[in-house]
């Protein structure tokens, strides 16, 4: 069993208890405006270009077997012949050209999780399973979750919630943590932003709440998006309806701002700045008083 992963991030602290090892899974049914992995959004290997580390070499250009790779002006780029091969990155010593997403196998996963246990044992930390939505590539993450279970690593799943109900379910026996975004409870709104309704969000939602013991939500705070107090006491009344405890606030940074370019896209929120500490505390402060656990942060 293989599947195509983006990158694996040892030593994270934020993304589940402990000390953890990140593995993101490329495909995502959403397009969040302010997503910071645009490179998760895409199933399929992508090239990524940071034309400043061009030197106009042209190795690209004669290593490429579709004569995609273009130098024009001295600016690296590539055509829509491009089948991110990876043979202009090979060729390229000065990594001006990078491919986000790589077919591994579950044992090549495995190989690198297992040798982070010793910090997962110490710290009470595990295994994250991120993307994109990892639901995407349903059958490698099951694979890698039944994998986890017989090396006796912890796991924790990172979902947007837009997925196969009976894969979210059929999995939840596997995962000792969800880690369950919610951007928007207004459908209109959801979809102007994300590029989908949010209903099969929230039912799906609904349905693990009931069949999972461990669910924390996740509210990325996008200034000006979703902050708004209504929309704060509608995910408020959602999680008191279904006995949800615990929510992650995660303020919008720009650190992905860089990668839309070197994706050759445009990014829609280039000059939104992130909330303030003190709005980031107005809207914990909210929840806590609703009974709600909320903290800052993953």
Not at 28 to 42: F, I
Not at 131 to 146: D, I, T, V
Not at 203 to 216: D, E, G
Request: with cysteine; aromatic share 6%; charged share 20%.
């Amino acid at each position: 069993m293989d599947g195509i992963v983006f990158n694996i991030m040892h030593y994270a602290l934020h993304d589940g208890p402990g000390i953890r090892t990140v593995v993101f899974l490329k495909g995502c049914p959403l397009a969040c405006q302010w997503c910071h992995n645009p490179e998760s959004q895409g199933s399929r290997p992508e090239l990524m270009i940071t034309a400043e580390r061009c030197t106009g070499c042209e190795d690209c250009l004669t290593v490429c077997p579709t004569h995609a790779a273009i130098l024009e002006g001295g600016v690296p780029g590539a055509t829509d012949a491009c089948t991110a091969c990876g043979r202009c990155v090979d060729a390229c010593l000065a990594g001006a050209r990078t491919i986000a997403g790589r077919m591994m196998t579950v044992a090549e996963v495995m190989s690198e999780l297992v040798r982070d246990r010793v910090f997962f044992e110490e710290s009470g930390g595990g295994v994250t399973f991120s993307g994109g939505e990892p639901f995407m590539q349903s059958a490698f993450l099951r694979s890698l979750l039944e994998a986890c279970q017989d090396e006796g690593i912890s796991t924790a799943v990172e979902s947007c919630g837009m997925t196969d109900r009976q894969d979210l379910l059929g999995m939840a026996d596997k995962v000792d943590l969800f880690l369950y975004d919610v951007k928007l409870m207004d459908q209109a709104r959801h979809g102007e932003a994300t590029g989908v309704g949010n209903e099969t969000i929230l039912t799906n939602l609904a349905a693990l709440a009931t069949a999972h013991a461990h669910v924390i939500v996740r509210f990325p705070v996008i200034p000006g998006v979703n902050d708004d107090s209504e929309n704060v006491s509608l995910m408020i009344a959602m999680m008191r309806r279904l006995g949800l405890r615990e929510i992650d606030l995660l303020p919008y940074h720009r650190i992905g701002t860089d990668k839309y370019r070197r994706l050759g896209r445009p990014y829609q929120l280039a000059d939104l700045q992130p909330p303030s500490a003190e709005a980031m505390e107005n809207i914990r402060r909210t929840f806590a008083d609703a009974g709600i656990e909320a903290s800052v942060g993953g």
